[in-house]
Each structure stands twice: as structure tokens, then as C-alpha cells.
């Protein structure tokens, strides 16, 4: 766990981005971005996640929701803050980061800013997915972006 968030800012994190979620929108219709759609067989996550990539940058993250858990919410905000502005190597870092934080393998708490507040999400196997559904939809949209360019 990192040292520096405690339970109760842990917590804080969590349900202010479950409260107040950043970059919900529905860009379905923009053709500026890739939108992949993601929904989960063990929870009731039901989410879009939409990425404009322009010159192997991350432009812009949206996404929205049909229906999702706190944990789904609050992740896919912060995910969504974390990447904006990123290249797609400091994206895919960030990522790996995350998911080696989540399978308790060592990971660097300073790329994770906010995201370090998952870092109990292992002891509850169930809710990783939930945690982890935006960052494979941004990694689905990913793949669709470099099978364009090829």
C-alpha cells in the first residue's frame, strides 16, 4: 500500500470521483474517436470509453456509462484524468503499472497519482475487473488506433 494515502483518503478518492465523475460524455457520434464498448459477465458495468488519439498522443479521453459500480466509476474518471495528454508509451507505462499494482507485483506509485487508491482492489479478486474495465477499453481502442495506421 502506498504510504502516503491512508484508508480514509483512500476512500475519499474513490467516492469523489464516484460523486463526481471527470470527462463523461457520450462522443458515440464523433468520428474523432475510437469508442469501444465494455461490459462485465460479474458485475453490472456497462461502459463506453472513447479515446482521440492525434500523433501517437492521447488527445482526449470521454467516456459514459449504461449502469456501473462505484469502483468502475471512480476508476474510469481517474483513468480518464491520469492519460489525457500522455503519449501512447506513457499511457501503455501508466497501464502496466496499474495492473502490476492490482496483481501486488511492484509498480511505481508516482505514475499512479490518484489510481494508487485501488491498491486494496486485490484483496477483493471480484472487483478487479470492475477497476480495470476502462484501462482495457482504452487498450481495445489502442489496438483499433495502430491497426489503422498500418
Given at each position: ?18 460523486m ?38 492521447i488527445e ?51 505514475l ?39
Amino acid at each position: 500500500m502506498p504510504i502516503f494515502l491512508s484508508q480514509e483518503e483512500m476512500r475519499s478518492i474513490i467516492m469523489d470521483h464516484y460523486m463526481h465523475p471527470h470527462n463523461i460524455e457520450d462522443k458515440s457520434d464523433d468520428s474523432s474517436y475510437l469508442s469501444i464498448h465494455m461490459d462485465s459477465a460479474s458485475c453490472i458495468d456497462d461502459i463506453f470509453v472513447h479515446v482521440k488519439f492525434v500523433d501517437n498522443q492521447i488527445e482526449d479521453i470521454k467516456w459514459h456509462y449504461n449502469q456501473c459500480c462505484a469502483i468502475s466509476r471512480a476508476s474510469s474518471s481517474i483513468m480518464s484524468e491520469l492519460l489525457i495528454g500522455k503519449t501512447i508509451e506513457e499511457a501503455e507505462e501508466i497501464i502496466d503499472n496499474f495492473n502490476a499494482m492490482l496483481d501486488e507485483r511492484d509498480y511505481d506509485t508516482d505514475l499512479l497519482e490518484e489510481a494508487n487508491c485501488f491498491c486494496n482492489t486485490s484483496k477483493q479478486p471480484s472487483r478487479i475487473n470492475c477497476a480495470t474495465i476502462s484501462y482495457r477499453g482504452f487498450l481495445e481502442a489502442l489496438k483499433e488506433y495502430r491497426d489503422e495506421k498500418k
